[in-house]
């Protein structure tokens, strides 16, 4: 089973930029999707960003669409997201996620890490 493991929220002003990483257990560039979600207070959880490690497609929300961007390092085996010109908006706890190509729900998570943008 895939095991995930975010890295790299904080606290950052409006304007700045924060990278996220997500470490997986085993190798997943063989048919899996990567997605990263994340969850505000008493909001529920949102899409931000997905990425087919074996065709390299890739997804956002509009949201974050110009400002965002998710990569892979399949020798690392490890998923990114670039976040850019962040607002208090973005507060959340981020989520990396995966799920295989022929599956429509995401059934792996990771714990989740903090991201905190201030005014």
């Known amino acids: 089973q895939v095991q995930l493991v975010e890295s790299g929220g904080g606290l950052v002003q409006a304007g700045g930029s924060l990278r996220l990483s997500c470490a997986a257990s085993e190798r997943t560039f063989s048919g899996y999707v990567m997605g990263w979600f994340r969850q505000a207070p008493g909001k529920e959880r949102e899409f931000v960003a997905a990425i087919s490690w074996t065709v390299g497609t890739t997804n956002y929300a509009d949201s974050v669409k110009g400002r965002f961007t998710i990569s892979t390092d399949n020798v690392k085996n490890t998923v990114y997201l670039q976040m850019n010109s962040l607002t208090p908006e973005d507060t959340a706890v981020y989520f990396c996620?995966?799920?295989?190509?022929?599956?429509?729900?995401?059934?792996?998570w990771g714990q989740g890490t903090q991201v905190t943008v201030s005014s």
């Open positions: 996620a995966a799920r295989t190509v022929f599956r429509t729900v995401y059934d792996y």
